[in-house]
């Protein structure tokens, strides 16, 4: 339950990474503290620039036979990892 818009989109090209527009309740986006206008730099080390890029990296990281996945998420105040589950 993530929603989310290039960061150059929302930011007006100031921002690099993709924010987090929108999280659903109970979700396990939500469980792992994601807001609204957080903003993801990397996935599984990977650089992030669109909602595809969240998306590849993703898909090769369970590929890869992996069962979470490292995001490293900008909020308001700073820049920390999250791990979350991929299924």
Same mark, same amino acid.
């Given at each position: %339950?993530?929603?989310?818009?290039t960061?150059?989109? $929302?930011a %007006?090209?100031? /921002?690099? !990474?993709v924010?987090? /527009?929108g $999280? ?6 939500? &469980?792992r !503290?994601?807001r609204? %206008?957080?903003? =993801?730099?990397?996935?599984?080390g990977?650089s =992030?620039?669109?909602v595809g ?6 898909k &090769? ?12 998420v900008?909020?308001?105040d700073? /820049?920390?990892f999250?791990?979350v589950p991929? %299924?």
């Amino acid at each position: %339950g993530l929603k989310a818009a290039t960061a150059d989109a $929302v930011a %007006g090209g100031r /921002t690099k !990474g993709v924010v987090v /527009t929108g $999280v659903a309740p109970d979700s396990t986006a939500e &469980d792992r !503290g994601f807001r609204s %206008g957080d903003v =993801i730099l990397d996935v599984g080390g990977k650089s =992030i620039s669109s909602v595809g890029d969240v998306r590849k990296a993703l898909k &090769d990281a369970k590929s890869d036979g992996k069962h979470d996945v490292l995001m490293r998420v900008k909020s308001a105040d700073a /820049t920390h990892f999250v791990a979350v589950p991929i %299924g």
